[in-house]
Nanobody, 114 residues
Framework: QVQLVESGGGLVQAGGSLRLSCKAP???????????IEWYRQAPGKQRELVAG???????KYADSAKGRFTISRNNGKRTSDLQMNSLKPEDTAVYYC?????WGQGTQVTVSS
């Protein structure tokens, strides 16, 4: 059963913005609220890397490459987490995944053209 569903990926020019969303429609609200949520990405030929995370207490963390450009948020009532990505660069091109302690989403493709 799919527990995490990402959306919002697409093709954008360098300097543009995208907002990714992760939904957990099957997760019990109390469980979702207690989960730390992370966004990872994987570019072709590269290892999956952490982009941003937000704890159940809403403490956030970012990879150096994302600081100042990306913002992670969560809405427990809607069981969602968003990743707002601004000032996108070609090197941000990757499949972006949502992750909780037990689950991974299927990923959403982000392509940034130069």
């Amino acid at each position: 059963q799919v527990q995490l569903v990402e959306s919002g990926g697409g093709l954008v020019q360098a300097g543009g913005s995208l907002r990714l969303s992760c939904k957990a429609p099957r997760m019990i609200l109390s469980v979702f609220s207690g989960e730390d949520i992370e966004w990872y990405r994987q570019a072709p030929g590269k290892q999956r890397e952490l982009v941003a995370g937000i704890t159940s207490d809403r403490v956030t963390k970012y990879a150096d490459s994302a600081k100042g450009r990306f913002t992670i948020s969560r809405n427990n009532g809607k069981r969602t987490s968003d990743l707002q990505m601004n000032s996108l660069k070609p090197e941000d091109t990757a499949v972006y995944y949502c992750h909780t302690r037990l689950y991974w989403g299927q990923g959403t493709q982000v392509t940034v053209s130069s």
